[in-house]
């Protein structure tokens, strides 16, 4: 689990070194998927990670606004201050809270339960999800995505990279 965690983080800092080489009009310029923008991406990918490690826990979901993060520099600085709570959640994870139980109420009143092994797998797929949009963003604008390779980042215990 902390191994893809610590994946999508560093490949969402190469996003983060990659927006840095385009223009501010470029990053926010709305899309064709996805949440609009590539700014609004990145923002939601951060946000929607931190809120749902806060609410397994039965912590209180602050719902983050991104025209108050709309610029490279305020998402990275938002990202690197949920980080820390985020990064402890996650660096402490065992095998005691794969299965406890979570319980959601949809608007529709509907209850549903996952466990929060679950939930962990889905912020996990949920940031590669939008990863694959930001990597379709950039051909269409000409530029070479940044890599999905998990091979090769030194993210195993016995990798010899």
């Not at 979570?102 to 009143?109: A, K, V």
Request: aromatic share 14%; charged share 25%; proline share 2%.
């Amino acid at each position: 689990m902390q191994m893809f965690f610590r994946y999508n983080w560093m490949v969402r800092e190469e996003w983060y070194r990659w927006c840095e080489e385009l223009s501010e009009e470029e990053l926010l310029q709305i899309r064709t998927g996805g949440v609009g923008s590539i700014l609004h991406t990145l923002f939601h990918i951060v946000d929607v990670e931190w809120s749902w490690i806060r609410v397994i826990q039965g912590k209180p979901d602050f719902q983050e606004n991104f025209n108050d993060y709309n610029s490279l520099i305020k998402i990275r600085e938002l990202d690197a201050k949920l980080h820390v709570e985020v990064e402890s959640f996650v660096n402490n994870w065992d095998a005691t809270r794969e299965n406890r139980l979570f319980y959601d109420t949809l608007p529709d009143g509907k209850i549903v339960t996952d466990t929060w092994g679950e939930i962990m797998r889905h912020i996990i797929a949920h940031e590669i999800h939008h990863v694959g949009q930001l990597s379709i963003w950039a051909r269409e604008i000409g530029r070479k995505p940044i890599s999905a390779n998990v091979i090769g980042r030194g993210l195993s215990t016995y990798s010899n990279y």
